[in-house]
């Protein structure tokens, strides 16, 4: 099937303490992307990635870092988190650039 | 940067009204989509939509890129339509995606 995966689905955890969120899709695409979604605000765009080794900053960079190092794998790290990066996140893949993009079923995270 | 805005923002339709979501964009895109986030968070795509008319059973989608701005059409809505409607555009020039603020949906029975 299909699919762009995210793990976790929850977490919560506490400042300062390093953490990684998985992002993977199965459908060979070349453009993956990282948002985060608040209330109020929709969904703003922190990362994204052209293709393997090609990454570039949203609208949201500030306190995230990403790799893409396979074509499947789009991992967002979160190197000392803060409380106002509490938020719902999701990892999204389109075969190129402009084009439909299928998202994952979001992480929620949570920081104390 | 590009401005997204949609209208309007909330929305409380009888089951069986049909509806227009309307999206404006403030310079042209290279890319369009609809998508619908179900009451579990999950987003659907509706329709990839640059340019042109779309249909897909109830629901169709018209962007005119040259006056910027795209209508999603609802017709005999159902309560599983209920959630939230978002469009965003890829602003031209840029791979980049600017999401619109929404349009929350809610049918009655």
């Known amino acids: 099937e299909a699919q762009v995966t995210q793990n976790p689905r929850y977490l919560i955890t506490v400042t300062g303490k390093k953490l990684t969120v998985t992002c993977s899709q199965n459908m060979n695409h070349e453009y993956m992307s990282w948002y985060r979604q608040d209330p109020g605000l929709g969904l703003r765009q922190i990362y994204y990635?052209?293709?393997?080794?090609?990454?570039d900053k949203g609208d949201v960079p500030e306190g995230y870092k990403v790799s893409r190092k396979e074509k499947r794998n789009f991992p967002l790290i979160l190197e000392s988190p803060s409380p106002n990066q509490t938020s719902l996140y999701f990892c999204a893949s389109s075969f190129k650039g402009p084009d439909t993009q299928y998202f994952g079923p979001g992480t929620r995270l949570t920081v104390l | 940067g590009i401005q997204v805005e949609q209208s309007p923002p909330d929305l409380i339709l009888q089951e069986g009204a049909n509806s227009t979501l309307r999206c404006n964009f403030s310079?042209?895109?290279?890319?369009l989509q609809w998508f619908h986030q179900n009451p579990w968070g999950q987003l659907i795509n509706l329709f990839y939509i640059p340019s042109g008319t779309k249909q897909n059973g109830r629901l169709s989608a018209t962007t005119v890129a040259t006056e910027r701005y795209s209508l999603l059409y609802i017709s005999s809505s159902q309560t599983t339509d209920s959630g939230v409607y978002f469009c965003?555009?890829?602003?031209?020039?840029?791979?980049?995606?600017?999401f619109g603020t929404g349009t929350r949906l809610k049918v009655l029975a």
């Open positions: 965003a555009v890829g602003a031209s020039g840029t791979y980049k995606y600017i």
């Open positions: 310079d042209s895109v290279n890319n």
């Open positions: 990635s052209m293709n393997v080794e090609v990454t």
